[in-house]
């Protein structure tokens, strides 16, 4: 049943006349790709969740610039120009009440907070008075470089497999009437491409005392 | 937005949370000035991509969670409704 529903999601696009990307890949003309390393805005997806292996931390990853291929995953670059910022709102008003601001410079990534933002909202400013971790960012087929704090926080920077997956090629057959249903097993058009991923790993006592939280990742730029 | 149920909270982490903050670290290079303006946001998949027409994709990439519901309730509806018909189709095979 789920599935049959997701399928209705996925021509829905089409019909409605969206970009059939899915997740968030290429999801807006502002911020479209593939591999738009002059911009860099477009992230692809979002993911939150508890450590597999410590349950007291979080874990927040934000994947951008969809579609690299290997030989364009090499030269891409995080733009020094964009704030990765996740947004946490702790008191269920849809308005973050922390965030953490990621910024790329000179090779290294940059994470300030978790920490209260100076203004909510579309505009922001970086908050410095908060935990500061740093790392460089890891080059395409090297070891990560994971920066430590000595408050538990984790960090990364660099090229990453993209883990989202999907026979985007079946689908345009179906939406185009040449086929009749996705095949099994499917083709997964996003094999063997990356994304630009910034993953932050955060002791939940950093987070506030509130049993939920809502999460959203933005990209913004100066 | 994503929702996440946590565990526990220990409080008391806290106070040394604050005292390993180190400020003098923003003096060494990094160039932390300025406004940055939002170009994309993402939390749930395919949400934009999905329930939001071409013509509005940019603008709900910049309308803040606290105000989606009242700028696109209308617009998923409408998707929603649309949908009847793929559901229905996929359903017979």
Redesign the interface.
Known sequence: MKK??L???????A???????????I?????TGPGNAS?G???T??Y???SPSD??K?VFVMNTQGLLSPSATASASFP?N??Y?FNI?NTG???EDLVIQC?V??G?L?V?GPVAPVT???????K?????T?TSVTAYGSNPSIGT???GIKIFAGPRDDPFFFDLTRFKEIIAGTQ??FRNPGVDFFAGTNVMSIVVEV???????????????????? | MIQLKKIFIVPVFVSAVVMSCNKDNDSDNFDTSGTYTQNDQMARPAINTVFVNAARKNEFNTTIPSMQNAAFNAQFQSVLTGFGIYYKHFENE
């Open positions: 049959k529903i399928l209705g999601l996925v021509a829905g696009a019909t409605f006349g969206g970009i059939i990307f899915a997740a968030d890949h999801d807006a003309p502002a911020v911009l805005t477009d992230i997806d979002i939150a969740f508890q349950n007291s979080l020094s964009v704030m910022e709102d008003d849809a308005v910024l410079q000179n290294k940059r300030y909510t909202g579309l505009t922001s400013t970086v410095t008075n908060g935990p500061v740093e704090n000595s408050n009749t249903s002791p939940k006592t950093l987070l506030g005392s509130a049993t939920t939280l809502n999460v959203w990742g933005e990209t913004k730029s100066k």
